[in-house]
């Protein structure tokens, strides 16, 4: 019989990345036990990268940007996830707001903390 993993804090890189794997392995699972499995984990996940990743204080645009340059996305993988070019095109020249989904979707797809995301800032007159 299969031993089931065990989690608990994450204090590694090596538990961070191990707890990803499981993550990505679960997520589309529609069983009871790997729903609150990767609830869990979401919350260990969190909790560890908020105590190791200084992010900057910058507005959330601005910190979107630099996660998609971390990540060598451009825009069109933002839309793939949301599923419209021209709001993020939008969006991302400070010309509409992110949108609840928005700030949901690109906090999973960058791994940023919803409330990095949700900060108020400046928009441009159009």
């Not at 939008?90 to 990095?116: E, H």
Request: proline fraction near 2%; avoid cysteine.
């Amino acid at each position: 019989m299969d031993k089931k993993q065990q989690w608990f804090l994450i204090k590694t890189k090596k538990e961070h990345g191990d707890a990803l794997a499981r993550y990505e392995t679960i997520k589309y699972s529609e069983s009871e036990e790997d729903e609150k499995e990767m609830l869990l984990l979401v919350h260990l996940i969190e909790k560890y990268e908020n105590s190791v990743w200084d992010l900057p204080e910058v507005d959330p645009i601005e910190l979107i940007k630099i996660r998609m340059e971390d990540f060598g996305y451009k825009s069109s993988d933002l839309a793939a996830v949301y599923g419209d070019k021209g709001t993020i095109s939008k969006v991302l020249n400070y010309k509409q707001a992110l949108s609840l989904t928005m700030i949901r979707k690109f906090s999973q797809l960058l791994r940023l903390p919803v409330d990095s995301l949700i900060k108020e800032y400046e928009l441009k007159a159009t």
